[in-house]
């Protein structure tokens, strides 16, 4: 049974920094494209940040400069490093492993509150 869980959200003041880890079970992450999406109230899904299996990094505009992703393929974690958080980062952010073509999982998702 593979599974995605996050770990790592809470509340936040503007400025601040939360980290977020995901570990994955079930699969072999290592072959996969580990991602983070966000879900704001009233709002689409969207893509935070991936990283593929060679380590090549992909981010929001709106997250570049602040968020940094990174992979331990030995431990089968993925983590999202948050830095300078401003209200608008308020969201559900769900862990994903994709294996393009084939299938991808999802995390149950973490929530992220940055008071203003």
């Known amino acids: 049974q593979v599974k995605l869980v996050e770990s790592g959200g809470g509340l936040v003041q503007a400025g601040g920094s939360l980290r977020l880890s995901c570990a994955a079970s079930?699969?072999?992450?290592?072959?996969?494209?580990m991602g983070w999406y966000r879900r704001a109230p009233g709002k689409q899904r969207e893509l935070v940040a991936s990283?593929?299996?060679?380590?090549?990094?992909v981010y929001a505009e709106s997250v570049k400069g602040r968020f940094t992703i990174s992979r331990d393929d030995a431990k089968n974690t993925v983590h999202l490093q948050m830095n300078t958080l401003k209200p608008e980062d308020t969201a559900v952010y769900y862990c994903?492993?994709?294996?393009?073509?084939?299938?991808?999982?999802w995390g149950q998702g973490a929530q992220v509150t940055v008071s203003s």
């Open positions: 994903n492993a994709a294996l393009m073509g084939v299938t991808e999982y």
């Open positions: 079930g699969i072999l992450s290592r072959v996969y494209i």
């Open positions: 990283i593929n299996a060679i380590g090549g990094p």
